[in-house]
């Protein structure tokens, strides 16, 4: 059965397929969970991340790449840019949904059984995290309906707040062909 798993933690020490970086167009590293995980996954990650900005130029908002997941218990780790929150003016929410959409699809091409997600763009991007929450579980959901290899979800936590509110929407959105642990 697909399920989807709910954790309050960090998503560095998550032991999937790959986890997602909440990463800045630059693919070099920043605060929150990007420099987490640049910091705890070691040089090969961003060794790559150079070698994508010499190929592309660095991931565009809404878009998603890969690298490996260096020294971090992950295989891999999928790059993608969420957006900076401006009041809703700049197709903030499409852009987040792309986010997850692209890395959700870059998961099953690559036959991933598990991909472990933060909460994307509620940090510094400031992008308001109940809004934010109701893309994310929307946006795997519908996913997951149509997946064939990609069973597990997880969404990681790092924050109480973030947390309980996925808490309360998982609760209200249960179905019966999607288990959700966690709650």
Known sequence: MKTIHLIQG?????????????ANTSLLGGGGVDG????K????????????????????????VMT????LPAEYVIHTVGPIWQDGQAHEENLLKNAYQNSLKLA???????????????GVYRFPK?????IAV????????????????YFVCFDKENFQIYQ???EQTQSHDIQVLGL
């Not at 960090?10 to 909440?22: E, G, L, P």
């Not at 090969?44 to 878009?63: D, H, N, P, T």
């Not at 109940?130 to 109701?134: C, E, I, P, S, T």
């Open 10 to 22: 960090d998503i560095t020490t998550q032991k999937v397929d790959a986890i997602v970086n909440a």
């Open 36 to 39: 987490a995980i640049h910091r």
């Open 41 to 64: 996954g070691g040089a090969e990650i961003l060794e790559q991340c150079q070698e994508i900005r010499a190929k592309q130029g660095g991931c565009s908002v809404g878009e998603a």
């Open 68 to 71: 490996t997941a260096g020294q």
């Open 108 to 122: 099953e091409q690559q036959h991933f059984n598990s991909i472990a997600f933060p909460n994307i763009s509620t």
């Open 130 to 134: 109940v809004q934010a929450a109701a």
């Open 138 to 153: 929307e946006t795997v959901r519908d996913f997951l309906k149509q997946s064939t290899h990609t069973q597990e979800i």
């Open 168 to 170: 309360h929407l998982l």
